[in-house]
């Protein structure tokens, strides 16, 4: 399979890797992957997040899942009072309940 052409005409270009002779060459021999649906998965639990498991940003811009944010207290062993404060895992940051907002996505 071959990558996908620049567009012709006035068209914004599809993607980065197609805009540039450069980047087109590099990615000639890979399979074009076009995708019409998109799914996020929680980097955290590594469930799909969707409109039973929304996905919420933390304030530092990483997303994880409502489950995750229920599982969250528990597995870092903080105690029913201190459920107001966020941890993100992976960076050790704390956030406030109140800090972490969830994403809307529209199609």
Not at 28 to 53: F, K
Request: aromatic share 4%.
């Amino acid at each position: 399979a071959a990558a996908a052409p620049p567009p012709k005409g006035g068209g914004a270009d599809p993607c980065p890797a197609c805009s540039s002779r450069e980047m087109r060459a590099l990615g000639a021999r890979l399979p074009y992957a076009h995708h019409t649906r998109s799914s996020l998965i929680c980097a955290l639990t590594g469930a799909r997040m969707h409109e039973n498991n929304p996905p919420y940003a933390l304030p530092n811009g990483r997303l994880v899942s409502a489950s995750a944010l229920e599982q969250l207290p528990s597995s870092l062993g903080v105690s029913s009072s201190e459920l107001s404060l966020v941890v993100d895992p992976r960076t050790g940051e704390c956030f406030r309940r109140s800090e972490v907002r969830k994403v809307y996505i529209l199609s």
